[in-house]
């Protein structure tokens, strides 16, 4: 019997529930996840086919669900795994992480690791904007960008855009 991609939304948010609380974590985060399993669960609408007709903003519009939610919701729905409950389980790699980003193989995941001390997609993000990413050798603009473009599209997050400035009239 396969199972849905509800069911399955959910699952991983109890597991991540389960794990912060025999980590002894704060109280609000755990029951954020598990209010989150039991809205995913009582949805009759399937998740993927919400998110493709109206985006991050359609999961952040159901009870119980909040932006770092539906941006987990979106990152199961298009690689199948959720980073932060790899994370939380210890079985993580950093470089597959990093690897899962179009434009990232393994030798320049192994660097990131290695010599940025990057370990997530949100630390890449950072990474990303900050000016670290860019004083990489091999990463030109063109590759940053569609490393930013990945990151939005993965993170569920818009991309940082610089402020409007006024000009002289």
Known sequence: MRISFNTAVAARFDQAADILSQQGANPFRISAYRRGADAVRGLTVDLRRLLDEGGVKALVALPGIGRGMAAAIREMALSGRWSKLDRLRGSADPAAILRSIPGIGPRLAELLHDELHIDSLEQLECAA????????????????????????????????RPAATAGPD
């Not at 990413?133 to 939005?152: K, N, Q, Y």
């Open 129 to 160: 904007h900050d000016g670290r990413l860019a004083a990489v050798r091999g990463i030109g603009e063109r590759r940053l960008s569609a490393i930013r473009a990945s990151l939005e599209s993965v993170l569920g997050r818009p991309l940082p």
